[in-house]
Structures are given as C-alpha cells and as structure tokens.
C-alpha cells in the first residue's frame, strides 16, 4: 500500500511538470518569432563589425519572414545552446507584425514587400521598431541605433 501511494506522488508531481518541460521545448509561437528576429539582428550586428562591411537584416512583412541578407557565416555561435544559428526565419500563422518602422518610416505595408535594416562596420544600425501580436500577447523589438543592440519590450 505504501509503495503504491509513493508511485502515486511520483506520477502527480512528474504530471504537474509536463506543462512546464514542453514550453521550454515547444516555444511559444509569439517569443519564437522575437527570439529569432533578436538573434537575427545580433548575427547580422556580430557580422557587420567582424568582417568590416555592412550587413542587412530583410524583413517580409506581410509574409512574416525575416532573414539576415549577408553571407552565412557558419561557424558562428547560437545565442541558444545546442542549436545552429539562426539566419531567417517565418513566424507562425498566429503572429502577425503589427508595425515595423524603419527610421521613423512605417514600413508595415511597403510598396515592394521587402524592408531593409542595415548593420554598418562601427557597430551601429538603422533605427527599428517592430511591434508583432499573437492572441493577447503583445511585444516589441527596437534597435539601438548608437549600439545595433536589440531590446524587448511587452507592451499592454
């Protein structure tokens, strides 16, 4: 009897840990997309600064892809252990840009579906606000001018 209320405990709290094992492993579609667009960013910054030439980070934005337009660096490192560094990537169907704003230009809805951030070789960048939603949940990347840093904020 006592064994079994022992396997019992063991199954409860190894049950009230799933939820949490699986959100590390599946990330949530909304700061999937933020990682990526971070990580991105930060390559194409590392690259611009490395190589001593300017890089561009090219965002789809209503087909809601982002990608680093230089030259694949492959022996760069993941910001996320254990894993390749990310180059492009497309959000899934459940987040949607909500703005994206290239020096002080609103660039949601461009004229040729392609806007461009440049990252320069003295470790600075255009100016960006990209602001994606998914259900409820809403953030914002920026880029630091003066430093080509990505910053996140949630926004209520």
Known sequence: MELMMVV??????????VPSILS?????PLRKAVNDVV???GHARAQAILSGKTTVVVF????????????????AMSTRVGQKPVT????????????LKINEQDLTEPVD??????????GTCNEMTLLLHSGDQWQAVTLEVTT??????TVK
């Open 24 to 28: 590390v492993v599946h990330e949530a």
């Open 8 to 17: 019992a405990i063991m199954g409860l709290v190894m049950a009230m840990g």
């Open 148 to 153: 080509a840093l990505a910053s996140v904020e």
């Open 88 to 99: 492009s990537t497309k959000f899934d169907s459940r987040v949607q840009v909500d703005l």
């Open 39 to 41: 990580e991105i960013c």
């Open 113 to 122: 579906d392609v806007a461009n951030v440049y990252f320069f070789k003295d």
């Open 60 to 75: 789809h934005p209503r087909a809601g892809e982002v990608g680093y337009g230089g030259g694949v660096d492959r022996t």
